[in-house]
C-alpha cells in the first residue's frame, strides 16, 4: 500500500507569491492534517480535514488555507509568502480522526 | 490549552546503557499520548501509543496520570536507536496532534 504523498518535495519562492502544496492520502484514508515544522517552533498543527470539511485549525493567519477533495486529497495554500513561512511542510492521514495518523515526507518551501 | 514539554533536547548514551526521554503534558481532559521517531532522512513514523501497551524496538512507555508524565524507556540502548524521537497528545476528538519539541538521541557505540 502506498504511503502519504506530498507533493512537490522542495519549493523555492520569493515573498509576496503564493503557493499550493498537495497532499494524497493512504488509500482509504479520510482523514488530512497539515503540520508546520521549523527550527524554533517545531511541529505545529495547522489544519483537519475529514469528508471534505475543515474540522480543525490552528493558530495560523488567515494567509494560511486549505481545502480536501471528494477522493480525499487535500491541498494547502499559503499567500503572500513571508521569510517566516519557510519550513517544512508535513501532510498526515488516517482512516478516522481517531486513527493512527501516517505522515508524508514533506514539502520543504523556501521563501527568498 | 494543551502543551507537550521535552526537558532534553539533546540526550547521549553508550551502546548498551539504559536510556529514558521524559515526557510531560498538561491537557484538561483525557489525552491520547505518543511516540513518534524520526530517522536520519525519514519521515516521521508511530513507535509507540499509551493505549496500546505494546514494546516497539524494545522502548516501552507508561502514562503516569499523576504526574502528567510519559517517558520512554529502553533498558539496553542500540546504535540504530540514534534518532529525533516526539511525544505527542492527541486530544479526545478529532485528529489535532501537539507535539513536544523533540529530543535527539544519540546512541555512541
Known amino acids: 500500500k502506498a504511503g502519504v504523498t506530498q507533493t512537490p518535495r522542495y519549493l523555492i519562492k520569493t515573498r509576496g507569491q503564493q503557493v499550493t502544496l498537495s497532499c494524497s492520502p493512504i488509500s482509504g484514508h479520510r482523514s488530512v492534517s497539515w503540520y508546520q515544522q521549523t527550527p524554533g517552533q517545531g511541529l505545529q498543527f495547522l489544519f483537519e480535514y475529514f469528508s471534505e470539511t475543515q474540522r480543525n485549525k490552528g493558530n495560523f493567519p488567515g494567509r494560511f488555507s486549505g481545502r480536501q477533495f471528494s477522493n480525499s486529497r487535500s491541498e494547502m495554500n499559503v499567500s503572500t509568502l513571508e521569510l517566516g513561512d519557510s519550513a517544512l511542510y508535513l501532510c498526515?492521514?488516517?482512516?478516522?480522526?481517531?486513527?493512527?495518523?501516517?505522515f508524508g515526507a514533506g514539502t520543504r518551501l523556501s521563501v527568498l | 490549552a494543551q502543551r507537550v514539554t521535552q526537558p532534553e533536547k539533546l540526550l547521549s548514551v553508550f551502546k548498551g546503557a539504559p536510556v529514558e526521554l521524559k515526557c510531560n503534558y498538561s491537557y484538561s481532559g483525557s489525552p491520547e499520548l505518543f511516540w513518534y521517531v524520526q530517522y536520519s532522512r525519514q519521515r516521521l513514523q508511530l513507535l509507540l501509543r499509551?493505549?496500546s501497551r505494546e514494546s516497539i524496538k524494545g522502548f516501552t512507555a507508561d502514562l503516569n496520570k499523576g504526574e502528567t508524565s510519559f517517558h520512554l524507556k529502553k533498558p539496553f540502548a542500540q546504535e540504530e536507536d540514534s534518532a529525533m524521537y516526539y511525544c505527542a497528545l492527541k486530544e479526545t476528538s478529532g485528529s489535532r496532534l501537539t507535539f513536544g519539541e523533540g529530543t535527539q538521541l544519540t546512541v555512541n557505540p
Open positions: 499509551h493505549i
Open positions: 498526515a492521514s488516517s482512516f478516522g480522526t481517531i486513527d493512527i495518523q501516517y
